[in-house]
């Protein structure tokens, strides 16, 4: 199993170490598929197992803004920790719904500034997306409560 970190997520990147596989459409929701299993520290230190197999859909956008915010780009490894946050509902038994939410969206955004941050506008993307699951996350999160 491999362990991800803020600290390592770079180099793991670029030694293509952390292998997705493009799987759409597996169903209407889903478009990729993780290959192995993966240990992710998450920023309080704790410390998360994405299984092998587990699907995701990298950016959640409407198709007719694909060519301004594609559901795949250098944010993409923030968005499979955000959807697996947002399909386990990490923290919400003990912290309630609207805790883990937000600590999932600016999971998110933590991670998607760490390896999304080359040019301005790449930053203002970061940011978009962000405001975005922050408005409108809220009714997928709370589908199967």
Do not use: C
């Amino acid at each position: 199993m491999l362990d991800v970190s803020l600290d390592n997520i770079e180099s793991l990147l670029k030694l293509g170490l952390i292998k997705v596989n493009l799987v759409y459409p597996i169903s209407k929701n889903s478009h990729f598929r993780l290959e192995n299993d993966l240990s992710v520290r998450l920023s309080n230190d704790a410390v998360i197992v994405i299984p092998r197999n587990f699907e995701f859909d990298g950016s959640s956008a409407p198709r007719g803004i694909w060519w301004l915010f594609p559901s795949y780009g250098d944010f993409f490894f923030a968005a499979l920790i955000h959807d697996y946050l947002y399909s386990t509902k990490y923290l919400s038994d003990d912290f309630g719904f609207n805790f883990a939410q937000k600590f999932a969206d600016d999971e998110m955004l933590i991670w998607s500034n760490k390896l999304n941050n080359k040019t301005y506008w790449k930053i203002v993307d970061n940011q978009m997306r962000y405001r975005a699951v922050r408005w409108f996350g809220k009714r997928v999160y709370n589908k199967n409560k």
